[in-house]
């Protein structure tokens, strides 16, 4: 029996170590302690994504300050600064018409009571100097605020005046005097009433120009 098995056996013996000795074992994959190699497709594929990344933050960051622009006033904070110093410009320059009217009629005032002899020529006469040097004085400012300021047509509108004031001044004709009032009565006065008519038009043209930048900078 023994003698049959092993005969039995032999060819099984024989096809094993024929065919199943050449093969190598099989081994359980371990893994590998090195890092995975990554192909250039992928780092650049990565490194477009991160860079759209960064322009999406630089983007979502840059948004709140279009909102912020956009939110702003359209003239933005200079211009809205300018249309306020102008108001106030022609605001200045229409009281210091006004001043100026008030002075030169007081002065016509003046000479119509000494006219009709409602007072002497001292008193005329006294009374008139003492607001010939503030009304040049205020005329003076005005030119200067329109040449400050810009306005060149009102400049150009005013200094006549201010020549003629400083002409005077230097020939010491611009105080009248008590002896000769009688004589340059009706001078003085044609002098005067040329000044309420150029005064009068500025006064308007003040008033215009300060309504106009009123009304554009409410519309802004």
């Not at 049959?4 to 893994?31: G, I, N, W």
């Not at 590998?32 to 979502?60: C, E, I, K, M, N």
């Not at 309420?196 to 308007?204: A, E, G, N, T």
């Amino acid at each position: 029996m023994r003698t049959v098995c092993r005969f039995a056996m032999q060819p099984l013996a024989k096809y094993a170590s024929e065919h199943l000795t050449d093969r190598p074992a099989r081994l359980p994959p371990t893994r590998s302690s090195s890092p995975p190699r990554l192909h250039p497709d992928h780092l650049h594929l990565s490194g477009g994504r991160s860079g759209a990344t960064v322009l999406g933050q630089g983007s979502a960051d840059a948004s709140p300050k279009r909102e912020s622009e956009a939110s702003a006033p359209p003239g933005g904070p200079g211009r809205l600064g300018g249309k306020a110093e102008m108001v106030f410009v022609w605001l200045t320059a229409f009281f210091l018409v006004v001043a100026l009217i008030v002075l030169v009629i007081y002065q016509l005032m003046c000479l119509a009571d000494l006219e009709f002899d409602y007072i002497n020529p001292f008193d005329s006469s006294s009374r008139i100097n003492k607001v010939i040097m503030p009304e040049f004085v205020l005329q003076a400012l005005l030119s200067v605020l329109f040449l400050l300021s810009g306005h060149w047509a009102m400049f150009l509108l005013s200094v006549p005046m201010v020549y003629y004031n400083y002409t005077l001044y230097q020939r010491r004709q611009h105080l009248v005097d008590v002896t000769e009032i009688f004589n340059q009565l009706g001078r003085e006065k044609k002098r005067r009433l040329f000044k309420i008519v150029s005064l009068i038009v500025l006064l308007f043209l003040s008033l215009f120009w300060m309504i106009w930048s009123v009304l554009s900078e409410e519309d802004e």
